[in-house]
């Protein structure tokens, strides 16, 4: 039977709900109110009466998104690097983790001391530059790829995984059984792992979906550009129409068009990422706790 709660302890109850209360309306309302103006006249928001409902329900913003051929292509483009970049990450970041996580890998602590040197210095953005273009990688989509194929902060998570979540005995049990290293691999520890993997496929995959910068820096064809550059140059046009001011007839028609754009394609950009989360959910949370607790 559970003890009556004191006094005290209802007190501090009521104020840990209502400080989550209070950072759930504060993280969430951005949302609401971006998904809110999407659907919304632009004059409406722009005059700063849209609040937590549409007025003046209008579908502009997805209209002229559907008719950009080029949002679509940067659309179709960020879910192919997306797709590739997260297998990739994954494929390297399992081929780097199960080695590490052996105790019969010899030198394995060495090894991981000099991977995670690397994370306090970096060769800087000059001769990065200078590597993507000598390796011939220029306006291609290896170019935001290849660089960060791996990320030794995930290597870490994932090696502490397979370390305290996997029990070492198996791995000596499929080894008496004959089984290689990579069968070992493939047909024990991989399907083991599905909480690590979950949290892997949504770390990389929101990295990849919501870059920008390599792909400012290394692409020059439009016809290869993300759709997040696409985002990025209807935000700086709003911004610089906005400073100019509001003219002629059509200049005012241009300024609400792309307001209307502006919140629909934010919506649609975030729009695969909020419908993944709740698939990876329960694993997520699993893998979240990786090394929190050891038996």
């Given at each position: 039977?559970?003890?009556?709660?004191?006094?005290?302890?209802?007190?501090?109850?009521?104020?840990?709900?209502?400080?989550?209360?209070?950072?759930?309306?504060?993280?969430?309302?951005?949302?609401?109110?971006?998904?809110?103006?999407?659907?919304?006249?632009?004059?409406?928001?722009?005059?700063?009466?849209?609040?937590?409902?549409?007025?003046?329900?209008?579908?502009?913003?997805?209209?002229?998104?559907?008719?950009?051929?080029?949002?679509?292509?940067?659309?179709?483009?960020?879910?192919?690097?997306?797709?590739?970049?997260?297998?990739?990450?994954?494929?390297?970041?399992?081929?780097?983790?199960?080695?590490?996580?052996?105790?019969?890998?010899?030198?394995?602590n060495v090894i991981a001391a000099m991977?995670?040197?690397?994370?306090?210095?970096?060769?800087?953005?000059?001769?990065?530059?200078?590597?993507?273009?000598?390796?011939?990688?220029?306006?291609?989509?290896?170019?935001?790829?290849?660089?960060?194929?791996?990320?030794?902060?995930?290597?870490?998570?994932?090696?502490?995984?397979?370390?305290?979540?996997?029990?070492?005995?198996?791995?000596?049990?499929?080894?008496?059984?004959?089984?290689?290293?990579?069968?070992?691999?493939?047909?024990?520890?991989?399907?083991?792992?599905?909480?690590?993997?979950?949290?892997?496929?949504?770390?990389?995959?929101?990295?990849?979906?919501?870059?920008?910068?390599?792909?400012?820096?290394?692409?020059?064809?439009?016809?290869?550009?993300?759709?997040?550059?696409?985002?990025?140059?209807?935000?700086?046009?709003?911004?610089?129409?906005?400073?100019?001011?509001?003219?002629?007839?059509?200049?005012?028609?241009?300024?609400?068009?792309?307001?209307?754009?502006?919140?629909?394609?934010?919506?649609?950009?975030?729009?695969?990422?909020?419908?993944?989360?709740?698939?990876?959910?329960?694993?997520?949370?699993?893998?979240?706790?990786?090394?929190?607790?050891?038996?």
């Amino acid at each position: 039977m559970n003890q009556q709660q004191s006094t005290g302890d209802k007190l501090f109850d009521w104020a840990v709900h209502a400080a989550l209360a209070l950072i759930c309306v504060i993280v969430l309302y951005p949302l609401v109110f971006v998904l809110v103006a999407s659907f919304s006249s632009p004059e409406a928001v722009m005059r700063g009466e849209v609040w937590l409902w549409p007025k003046n329900v209008t579908l502009v913003g997805y209209q002229k998104i559907f008719q950009n051929s080029e949002i679509l292509s940067g659309y179709m483009n960020t879910i192919l690097y997306t797709l590739v970049g997260t297998a990739i990450n994954l494929v390297m970041s399992v081929a780097a983790a199960y080695p590490l996580s052996r105790k019969d890998f010899y030198g394995r602590n060495v090894i991981a001391a000099m991977m995670v040197f690397t994370m306090f210095f970096s060769g800087g953005m000059v001769p990065t530059y200078l590597l993507v273009k000598n390796l011939g990688m220029l306006n291609t989509m290896w170019a935001l790829i290849i660089p960060g194929a791996v990320s030794v902060y995930n290597i870490l998570i994932m090696r502490t995984f397979f370390q305290s979540g996997i029990p070492y005995e198996m791995q000596e049990a499929a080894a008496i059984d004959g089984c290689s290293n990579l069968s070992t691999l493939a047909r024990i520890v991989l399907p083991l792992s599905m909480p690590i993997i979950a949290v892997m496929i949504l770390f990389y995959s929101v990295g990849h979906w919501n870059a920008y910068f390599s792909a400012l820096m290394y692409l020059t064809d439009r016809d290869k550009y993300p759709l997040q550059l696409f985002l990025r140059e209807i935000l700086i046009q709003g911004q610089m129409q906005e400073m100019l001011g509001i003219g002629d007839d059509s200049h005012a028609r241009s300024v609400m068009e792309g307001e209307a754009i502006k919140y629909a394609v934010v919506i649609v950009a975030n729009l695969p990422v909020l419908l993944l989360y709740p698939f990876l959910q329960k694993y997520f949370v699993k893998g979240v706790m990786i090394g929190a607790i050891k038996g």
